[in-house]
Nanobody
Framework: QVQLVESGGGLVQAGGSLRLSCAASGRTFSTYDMGWFRQAPGKERDFVAAIKWSGSNTYYADSVKGRFSISRDNAKNTLYLQMDSLRPEDTAVYYC??????????????????WGQGTQVTVSS
């Protein structure tokens, strides 16, 4: 089992940047595929980005492609999401998630067994 704790959220003006972190407990982080999802008020939780266990492959939602970058440091058991050129529509609670089994379905929530508590990102216009 792994525990995930997000940090780095906050209030930022449109066009600004934030870097989210997700600290994972346990010794198996390096074997997990990881993802970021977000949930805006009154909306469903949506896929944002994902990264394979080795860091060799990354995947992005069309809405964030070219603005967000997912990365990981397996030595530090930490997942990151660099968010640039933020827009008001990026306002949401951001969650990191861990998929303990190899999967090609990293854009779907069902691929992930473990979730963090979320961190709020608010982008003002």
């Amino acid at each position: 089992q792994v525990q995930l704790v997000e940090s780095g959220g906050g209030l930022v003006q449109a066009g600004g940047s934030l870097r989210l972190s997700c600290a994972a407990s346990g010794r198996t982080f390096s074997t997990y595929d990881m993802g970021w999802f977000r949930q805006a008020p009154g909306k469903e939780r949506d896929f944002v980005a994902a990264i394979k266990w080795s860091g060799s492959n990354t995947y992005y939602a069309d809405s964030v492609k070219g603005r967000f970058s997912i990365s990981r440091d397996n030595a530090k058991n930490t997942l990151y999401l660099q968010m640039d050129s933020l827009r008001p529509e990026d306002t949401a609670v951001y969650y990191c998630a861990a998929a303990p089994r190899p999967t090609l379905l990293l854009r779907t929530q069902s691929a992930y067994d473990y979730w963090g508590q979320g961190t709020q990102v608010t982008v003002s216009s």
